[in-house]
Structure formats: C-alpha cells, structure tokens
Nanobody, 127 residues
Framework: QVQLVESGGGLVQTGGSLRLSCAAS????????MGWFRQAPGKEREVVAS????????YFADSVKGRFTISRDNAKNTVYLQMNSLKPEDTAVYYC????????????????????WGQGTQVTVVS
C-alpha cells in the first residue's frame, strides 16, 4: 500500500513557475513508476509526465514538453514536477500516481495503469 500526498500548487501568473512535490509513504517507493496527471473542469484526467522506478525513463505530454520536468528522489520518497512558463491552459488539479514498476511503454501514460493516487493539488494560472 502506498499513500501519496501532493503539495506545491497555487496561483501563479502566466509565464511563472511552480514546483509540485509528491511525498510517498512506504518502503518500496523506489520500485514504483510515478506519474503526474491533471484534470481541468469538464475534462478527462490526462497524463502530464511520468518517470520510471529508476528514473531512467521519462515521458512528457506534448503540451508540456520543454516547459515541465519530472524527477524523483528515492531517498526522500518524493517525486517532483517542475513547471515553467506556465499558461492559463495548465490550470487544473494535479494528481500524483504510482504503479508497480513495469515495462516502460505507453501504459505509463494511462490512468488505468496506476494503482495509487493522491488527493490532488490545485494549480491556477492567470493572465
């Protein structure tokens, strides 16, 4: 069982930056692939970025490539999402998710392949 707690959300102006953190409980964090997802009002939850258990593989949605980075610190049981050059369309609730380490493929982008979810943190970008 893994419990995930996100932090770092808030209100920011267009072009600004935020860093989201997701702290995980449990002793096996280093064996989990991690993902960041977001859900805007009236829209489906979508993948933003994901990172493999080792940190050696990452994925970014086209909409955030070049602006967001994902990283993890297995010693601290924490995964991060650094968000730069934020746009109003990035406004959403951001969720952290975990799954048992798997073959790194398209499944890392799918909500249905993640077993554990945090409560979410709101990110609002204003112009």
């Amino acid at each position: 069982q893994v419990q995930l707690v996100e932090s770092g959300g808030g209100l920011v102006q267009t072009g600004g930056s935020l860093r989201l953190s997701c702290a995980a409980s449990g002793r096996t964090f280093s064996s989990y692939d991690m993902g960041w997802f977001r859900q805007a009002p009236g829209k489906e939850r979508e993948v933003v970025a994901s990172i493999s258990w080792s940190g050696g593989n990452t994925y970014f949605a086209d909409s955030v490539k070049g602006r967001f980075t994902i990283s993890r610190d297995n010693a601290k049981n924490t995964v991060y999402l650094q968000m730069n050059s934020l746009k109003p369309e990035d406004t959403a609730v951001y969720y952290c998710a975990a799954r048992g380490g798997s073959i790194w493929d398209i499944s890392s982008q799918r909500t249905s392949h993640y077993d554990y979810w945090g409560q979410g943190t709101q990110v609002t970008v204003v112009s």
